[in-house]
Every structure is written in C-alpha cells, then in structure tokens.
C-alpha cells in the first residue's frame, strides 16, 4: 500500500468516524493486532490498560500518535469540515460529469483514429464510465481542495517569510495552475496522443490488425493527459519558487544542462513511443517550459 492511499484511508476515517474517535480507534486496532500476535505465540491477552502501560514504557509509536491525536482533535475537526465540503463538490462536479457522459466519452475515444475498440466483458464499459466520469469530477474538484487546503493551513503560518509564500500561493497557484494544466492536457490531447496513436496503431499492421481493449485505451489516454497536464505547471512552480525567495532566478539558469538530463528522462517515461520523434514531441515543449519557467523566474 501507498503513502497516497495511506492518506486518503485517514481522510476517509476522520470524515466518517470524526477526530474524536480516532485514537479510541487506533488503540483499539493495536490491542487487537498485539493480542492476536500473543495469542499465536501462547501468551495472555492484554487488557486495555496493560497495553497501555507498555506502549507508554517501550515508547512505541503508538503512545506517540494516539497523542499526537488526542493533541490535534480541534484542527482535525477543521479538516473534518472541509473535507465534507470538498466531497459535497465533488458530489456535485461528478453529477454534471456524469450528464455528459456520452460527450465526454466521445472525446476520450476521438484520438484512437481508425482503430477499432473492444469491450472483453459485459460490465467493462459500465466501469469504464464510471471511471472517466469520476475522473471528470475529481478533476472539476481540484480547485477547491486547492482552496481548502490553503485556508486550512493559514492559521499556522507564523513568519513572514511563510505568510510572503503563503500570499504567492494563493494570487499566483490557485487562478494559473489551472491555466497551466489546461494548456498540458489541450497539448497532449491535439498534438501528442494523434501522433503517438497513430505510430502504435500502424506498428506492425503487416501482420496484425489493430484491435485494443478500451478499458486499456482509456486508462492510457487519461494517464497520458494527467502526467503532460502536471509537467506544463513547471513554469508556474519556477516562478512560485523565486517569487518567495526560494530558489534564485540564477540558480534555475545555472542549473539548465541538469535541467535537460531530467527533461529527456521526464520524456522517455510520459512517451508511449521508444521512437525519437515522438520523444522530441515532448522534450521540445518541456525544455520551451523550462525556459519559460526561468524567464518567469528573473520577472519574479
């Protein structure tokens, strides 16, 4: 398991069992696993307070987080309410998602070409639209846990030089990082993925016809838009960085030549093509940003 999926398993526990619950819960968790565990071994089960007791002495982590806990009740209770409104939001942006479902499908698919799309199993495209239009409004939903997380975190800025980074965030990220993202996805989508789909589609047409699952098409379609859509905020993140007294405009120039080495890598890995020109498809528009980036850098 992840450290994403970590995280989202605590939101989704802070949100329905709430902060107060949480190391009740945890405590109560751990004393099970030990008792199993001494259980197996032929000891005697613990009772809460014995468990309690040697967490305290061993100075197990468990001590330390139902602490940290019992500590942070108030701002998880915060973050309790905001992530409640930030999945009404997406309620919301996954019902209109869902209206549109056929268009957006439409979309999705228009890029194949001549390639002709096969369903394997009988509730592959009831997922599959369950997939794109949940896509959709997790992406309809990004402005606003932005905004959530931002205010959340206001109250502990301390220094000015966190409240001068914490001002560059919100009047520069929140309005141009969907300008940026936008601007990757509209690239990938009507430059990239056309050249790319036909390379894979006619590779090797000689011998077979090309026939691909859309489950697999799709997944590798909005893969493709998600990852080109976060490389173009690189220049928004440069500006971001020296507009708060992070990183010199000089040391991004400095470091221009590492910059490409990460670049090519960067393009090898969201390319899905082993061909050099579908790579300088990519590599050309990211050093461009690069460049961008230090330019937006030195106007910082």
């Known amino acids: 398991m992840d450290i994403i999926s970590l995280i989202l398993m605590l939101f989704i526990a802070i949100a329905i069992l709430g902060p107060d619950k949480l190391p009740v819960g945890v405590e109560a968790l751990a004393l099970n696993i030990t008792n199993f565990l001494r259980v197996r071994q032929g000891e005697e089960p613990l009772t809460l307070e014995q468990a309690r007791e040697r967490w305290r002495a061993t100075e197990s982590p468990i001590h330390s987080l139902v602490i940290l806990l019992n500590a942070a009740t108030e701002h998880l209770l915060e973050l309790r309410r905001r992530i409640f409104r930030v999945l009404l939001w997406m309620t919301v942006a996954?019902?209109?998602?869902?209206?549109?479902?056929?268009?957006?499908?439409?979309?999705?698919?228009?890029?194949?070409?001549?390639?002709?799309?096969?369903?394997?199993?009988?509730?592959?495209?009831?997922?599959?639209?369950?997939?794109?239009?949940l896509f959709a409004g997790l992406a309809l939903t990004v402005p606003a846990i932005v905004w959530h997380l931002l205010h959340f975190i206001e109250p502990a800025i301390e220094t000015a030089a966190e409240r001068r980074l914490y001002r560059t965030l919100v009047w520069w990220a929140i309005p141009f990082s969907g300008l940026?993202?936008?601007?990757?996805?509209?690239?990938?989508?009507?430059?990239?993925?056309?050249?790319?789909?036909?390379?894979?589609?006619?590779?090797?047409?000689?011998?077979?016809?090309?026939?691909?699952?859309?489950?697999?098409?799709?997944?590798f379609v909005l893969t493709i838009l998600l990852w080109v859509g976060i490389a173009f905020e690189t220049?928004?993140?440069?500006?971001?960085?020296?507009?708060?007294?992070?990183?010199?405009?000089?040391?991004?120039?400095?470091?221009?030549?590492?910059?490409?080495?990460?670049?090519?890598?960067?393009?090898?890995?969201?390319?899905?093509?082993?061909?050099?020109?579908?790579?300088?498809?990519?590599?050309?528009?990211?050093?461009?940003?690069?460049?961008?980036?230090?330019?937006?850098?030195?106007?910082?």
């Open 180 to 219: 940026f993202f936008l601007s990757g996805i509209l690239f990938a989508y009507f430059v990239m993925l056309p050249v790319s789909l036909r390379y894979l589609g006619g590779f090797g047409e000689q011998f077979a016809e090309a026939q691909w699952n859309i489950s697999e098409y799709v997944g």
């Open 235 to 300: 220049p928004l993140a440069m500006f971001i960085l020296s507009k708060a007294n992070i990183v010199p405009a000089e040391r991004f120039a400095r470091a221009r030549k590492w910059a490409y080495v990460g670049i090519a890598i960067a393009a090898a890995l969201i390319t899905p093509t082993p061909d050099a020109f579908n790579m300088a498809i990519v590599m050309v528009p990211l050093a461009g940003l690069y460049e961008l980036g230090v330019l937006f850098a030195k106007l910082a």
């Open 94 to 133: 996954t019902v209109l998602a869902a209206v549109f479902s056929n268009q957006l499908m439409e979309v999705v698919t228009a890029p194949v070409g001549g390639v002709k799309l096969i369903s394997l199993r009988p509730t592959e495209m009831f997922m599959l639209y369950i997939k794109v239009v």
